[in-house]
């Protein structure tokens, strides 16, 4: 009977060893998740929230192979604020891991963690508050600030800016007026172009810079006849070039007069 060649059993054997070890990284990271779970517990994270997160298993494997811990960290973090955890809540949890480590015989100093979570929090923090000076969460439109910002850039000074304003009566009931908007927004998103802004300015208002004129009346076409936006009136007013800054804060407050009642300040 012929024997197996000694490769195979070669083989088989860094498959046995390659097997085993990976069956020892799964159980040191159920363990130490574990212990986790429970020593946050401990130390008062709200009985509300849920703990576990597809991110935490992800932070412990980081901590035990050494690699990935930031971005690991960054992404508990979002998760926990996403899920209306805060940041207290955050810094507990990452003491409770922290705590754990040194059983753990891996990962890194429990002072490290806690200062790369810190800064994760941070990022993360950072973030939002950049997506929320420049996004409206609820169109995806730009905030009244960034839609301003666009629209008095210099870097508009190459084209023929325009706005469309897109305007619509105050309704009785107060979530009318945003289900206007969202409609608007909806239909808006999908046409514009690389250098258009959009943006909920006043109350009643969604306003578009374009490009040109005739683009202008383009995206007003579409706007015509909006179902879910009953009142809605469509104009196209001509960025004053050329004009001091003085003039153009006049235009403004012309074209948006809710600006007077809801000043940037």
Avoid: K
């Avoid at 012929?2 to 020892?24: F, I, L, V």
């Avoid at 105050?170 to 979530?175: H, L, R, S, V």
Wanted: charged residues 25%; hydrophobic residues 45%; contains cysteine.
């Amino acid at each position: 009977m012929e024997s197996p060649p000694a490769h195979r059993h070669g083989d088989e054997e860094r498959e046995r060893t390659t097997r085993s070890a990976g069956d020892a990284v799964t159980t040191a990271v159920t363990t130490l998740l574990t212990r986790w779970r429970a020593r946050s517990r401990e130390l008062g994270w709200p009985s509300d929230l849920a703990w576990e997160t597809d991110a935490a298993p992800a932070v412990v494997e980081a901590c035990l192979s050494g690699s990935g811990l930031l971005p690991a960290l960054r992404e508990l973090a979002d998760q926990r604020l996403g899920s209306a955890a805060t940041d207290v809540d955050f810094a507990r949890d990452v003491d409770a891991l922290a705590s754990c480590l040194p059983g753990a015989a891996l990962g890194p100093a429990p002072a490290d963690l806690v200062a790369a979570a810190a800064r994760a929090m941070r990022e993360i923090v950072a973030r939002d508050a950049l997506l929320a000076h420049g996004t409206d969460p609820v169109t995806g439109l730009r905030t009244r600030s960034a839609f301003l910002h666009d629209l008095t850039s210099p870097g508009y000074d190459d084209v023929d800016r325009h706005v469309l304003v897109a305007r619509w009566e105050p309704a009785t009931a107060p979530w009318s007026s945003m289900s206007a908007r969202t409609t608007i927004a909806d239909h808006l998103r999908p046409h514009l172009g690389a250098r258009e802004s959009a943006g909920s300015v006043g109350p009643c208002d969604v306003a578009v810079l374009v490009t040109s004129p005739e683009r202008a009346e383009r995206l007003g076409e579409l706007l015509h006849g909006l179902p879910g936006a009953p009142g809605l009136t469509v104009s196209i007013a001509g960025w004053p070039r050329g004009a001091d800054p003085a003039r153009q804060a006049a235009w403004l407050l012309d074209l948006f007069p809710s600006l007077v009642d809801e000043p940037l300040i």
